[in-house]
């Protein structure tokens, strides 16, 4: 999520979501969008590997194991999203590296040519984004790429996140950018972006903005937040005094590389896992009792001290939807 309350440093990542934002949808648009049937944004995670080692990221604490979502798994996500109403939003990441599987870009390009989602984003480090991958990148039509690069001097960069790379991402990114204009394309957007956290050099975060304002699209400087306190950094990210119902699981479904499904990128232990998909569906899972259930704790403050719901706040920023979600009572009924 991280996001701050410096407006200046967000954009919106699509109309129907909150400023700054890659997890909430607004108030309005959820009114609208939520459905007992089916999600309305899907985050695919192409791999749960990855080349870079942030501090901040849980990832290897998770114990998960390392996999790449099967190609003909992905093209049964396929099959069953053109049953469905269009997405609002598809994210092809969650935990790991997207650009390390093979056919990233096959799995954007037959999102594009299916016309399931309104958009396709994905997040990345960039450090394997290649001259060739760009260009393929660009081709497949992805509309948005945030470009995680979080730092502007080489030491923070090979300090925090465990590789001395800046220079290479950055030339990645430019080259992005390069290719995109060099074939007339107006996408991907390219926002690049720094979380605010507190091993920052003084005037790094200008730094940042110096060096890439008039070159990316945006320049975004997100707050840093915890993983349910799984790292040990101070959360810069909004908070809220009063606990209310998380509305992810109301709109958004995870699916992880190896099948498993869960509400949120923010369920970094795959916690609230409500399936797999290797042997169930899509709408399947949407509508399974663990589901309901996890959406009933939500509603009914059940929510377990220490779990991963417990102490995350990527439920603050669409405000309290209590009321609304209490009228979905098929969703989160026994
Ligand atoms: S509160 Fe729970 S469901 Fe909501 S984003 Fe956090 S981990 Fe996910």
Redesign the pocket.
Known sequence: MGLIEDDAYQVTLHEKYVKGSL?NLTPEALRQAVSPDFPKVLNIEPTSACNLKCRWCPREKSGRADAFFPWELYERVIAELREQERLIMINFHKDGEPLLHDRLVDMVALAKKWNVSELTHLNTNALRLTPDLSSALVDSGLDDITVSIDASHPETFAKFKGADALERVERNVLNLLERRAAKNALNPYVRVKIIKFDGLRDGEVDDFLAKWTGKADFVQVAGMHTW?KSVQFHSTSLESRRRYP?P??WHSLVVCANGDVT??T??WKVE?NYGSLITDTLAGLWRSRKARE?RRR?LEGGIVPGS??HD?S??VPSGDMTDFLTTKRDMYAE
Do not use: E, L
């Open positions: 997890t349910s998380c992810i699981p509400s949120c923010g369920d609230n996890h939500h991963v719901c995350c990527f439920w």
